[in-house]
Nanobody, 126 residues
């Protein structure tokens, strides 16, 4: 499984960015994709996840109401729309893939995911 993230960059506080994660190299249509971020010296933080089976979405408290996860199954892609960004959102953002069936739930723990993208830097200036 290969994951390619894109869309990171520099944005001013209050602005928006949209991250993309394109997945390839798998057979099953059933999977979950999660978005995570990590700041040097800190643990990786789970932000949001989505189930391909039924579209269930979860958000962490830190991004709920500001970030929106969405999917396009025809493109095997998942997106993270980030709004009202603040400097605390500065981090390397990763998408991750779990080839399992998730119904009415999806995992926000990084321990579940075995496949990871290379990461994309997001910097929010004050």
């Amino acid at each position: 499984v290969q994951l390619v993230e894109s869309g990171g960059g520099l944005v001013q506080a209050g602005g928006s960015l949209r991250l993309s994660c394109e997945a390839s190299g798998f057979i099953s249509d059933d999977y979950a994709i999660g978005w995570f971020r990590q700041v040097p010296g800190k643990e990786r933080e789970g932000l949001s996840c989505i189930s391909s089976k039924d579209g269930t979405k979860y958000y962490s408290d830190s991004v709920r109401g500001r970030f929106t996860i969405s999917r396009d199954n025809t493109k095997n892609s998942v997106y993270l729309e980030m709004n009202k960004m603040n400097p605390e959102d500065t981090a390397v953002y990763y998408c991750a893939f779990d080839p399992a069936t998730w119904i009415r739930t999806c995992p926000l723990s990084d321990l579940v995911y075995n496949y990871w993208g290379q990461g994309t830097q997001v910097t929010v200036s004050s």
